[in-house]
Protein backbone atom coordinates (compact mmCIF):
# COMPACT_ATOMS: atom_id res chain seq x y z
CA UNK A 1 0.00 0.00 0.00
CA UNK A 2 2.63 2.48 1.09
CA UNK A 3 4.64 1.45 -2.39
CA UNK A 4 1.37 2.30 -4.66
CA UNK A 5 0.90 5.94 -2.14
CA UNK A 6 4.48 7.08 -2.96
CA UNK A 7 4.02 6.14 -6.73
CA UNK A 8 0.86 8.11 -6.94
CA UNK A 9 2.36 11.49 -5.27
CA UNK A 10 5.75 10.68 -7.38
CA UNK A 11 3.19 10.83 -10.52
CA UNK A 12 1.00 13.33 -9.65
CA UNK A 13 4.04 16.32 -8.37
CA UNK A 14 5.86 15.28 -11.69
CA UNK A 15 2.38 15.70 -13.74
CA UNK A 16 1.77 19.30 -11.89
CA UNK A 17 5.65 19.88 -12.82
CA UNK A 18 4.75 18.89 -16.51
CA UNK A 19 1.80 21.37 -16.74
CA UNK A 20 3.34 24.43 -15.29
CA UNK A 21 5.83 24.20 -18.03
CA UNK A 22 9.81 24.57 -18.18
CA UNK A 23 9.69 29.03 -17.98
CA UNK A 24 7.86 29.08 -15.11
CA UNK A 25 9.92 30.39 -11.93
CA UNK A 26 8.31 31.44 -8.69
CA UNK A 27 5.15 31.88 -9.25
CA UNK A 28 5.75 33.91 -12.66
CA UNK A 29 7.23 33.34 -16.31
CA UNK A 30 10.57 34.06 -18.27
CA UNK A 31 10.28 35.37 -21.66
CA UNK A 32 13.35 36.55 -24.09
CA UNK A 33 10.74 38.74 -26.40
CA UNK A 34 7.94 41.18 -25.28
CA UNK A 35 4.55 40.13 -25.11
CA UNK A 36 1.95 42.03 -27.86
CA UNK A 37 0.10 44.74 -26.99
CA UNK A 38 -2.73 43.54 -25.06
CA UNK A 39 -6.43 43.11 -26.42
CA UNK A 40 -9.38 45.37 -25.64
CA UNK A 41 -12.99 45.17 -26.07
CA UNK A 42 -16.30 45.39 -24.62
CA UNK A 43 -16.69 42.99 -21.88
CA UNK A 44 -20.50 43.40 -21.16
CA UNK A 45 -22.65 43.32 -18.32
CA UNK A 46 -22.02 41.66 -14.88
CA UNK A 47 -23.78 38.79 -14.39
CA UNK A 48 -25.14 39.48 -11.14
CA UNK A 49 -24.36 41.89 -8.36
CA UNK A 50 -20.73 41.76 -6.35
CA UNK A 51 -18.99 40.03 -9.54
CA UNK A 52 -15.69 41.70 -10.33
CA UNK A 53 -14.26 41.94 -14.23
CA UNK A 54 -10.69 40.79 -14.13
CA UNK A 55 -9.04 41.46 -17.69
CA UNK A 56 -7.65 39.15 -19.80
CA UNK A 57 -3.48 38.84 -20.11
CA UNK A 58 -1.03 37.37 -22.93
CA UNK A 59 0.16 34.46 -21.13
CA UNK A 60 3.89 32.48 -21.92
CA UNK A 61 3.92 28.92 -22.35
CA UNK A 62 5.80 26.26 -24.17
CA UNK A 63 7.64 29.20 -26.06
CA UNK A 64 4.91 31.40 -27.45
CA UNK A 65 2.15 33.41 -25.87
CA UNK A 66 -1.39 33.07 -25.95
CA UNK A 67 -4.08 35.44 -25.15
CA UNK A 68 -6.13 34.26 -21.96
CA UNK A 69 -9.02 36.09 -22.33
CA UNK A 70 -10.28 38.41 -19.32
CA UNK A 71 -13.72 37.25 -16.87
CA UNK A 72 -16.31 38.20 -14.20
CA UNK A 73 -15.62 36.45 -11.35
CA UNK A 74 -16.55 37.00 -7.48
CA UNK A 75 -14.09 38.33 -5.04
CA UNK A 76 -13.02 35.70 -2.21
CA UNK A 77 -14.05 37.71 0.49
CA UNK A 78 -15.71 41.04 1.26
CA UNK A 79 -13.62 43.92 -0.02
CA UNK A 80 -11.36 42.26 -1.41
CA UNK A 81 -9.23 44.00 -4.48
CA UNK A 82 -8.29 42.48 -7.92
CA UNK A 83 -4.78 43.34 -8.75
CA UNK A 84 -4.06 42.53 -12.44
CA UNK A 85 -1.19 40.91 -13.70
CA UNK A 86 1.51 42.60 -15.28
CA UNK A 87 4.54 41.96 -17.47
CA UNK A 88 7.95 43.92 -16.60
CA UNK A 89 11.39 43.72 -18.02
CA UNK A 90 14.37 41.50 -15.83
CA UNK A 91 17.33 40.72 -16.10
CA UNK A 92 16.66 37.29 -17.92
CA UNK A 93 13.85 38.88 -20.16
CA UNK A 94 10.57 39.65 -19.44
CA UNK A 95 8.80 38.12 -16.65
CA UNK A 96 4.91 37.74 -15.48
CA UNK A 97 3.48 38.93 -12.23
CA UNK A 98 -0.32 37.24 -12.61
CA UNK A 99 -2.96 38.77 -10.78
CA UNK A 100 -4.04 38.39 -7.29
CA UNK A 101 -6.30 39.13 -4.28
CA UNK A 102 -5.73 41.64 -2.14
Keep these: MKRYLSAAV ?9 VTGCGSYSGGYYARVPPPAPRYGAFGYAPG ?20 PG ?3 RPPRPR ?3 VP ?12 RR ?4
Design 10 to 18: LFGGLSLLA
Design 49 to 68: PGYVWTDGYYDYRYGRYNWM
Design 71 to 73: RWV
Design 80 to 82: AQW
Design 85 to 96: GQWYQHNRGYRF
Design 99 to 102: GYWR
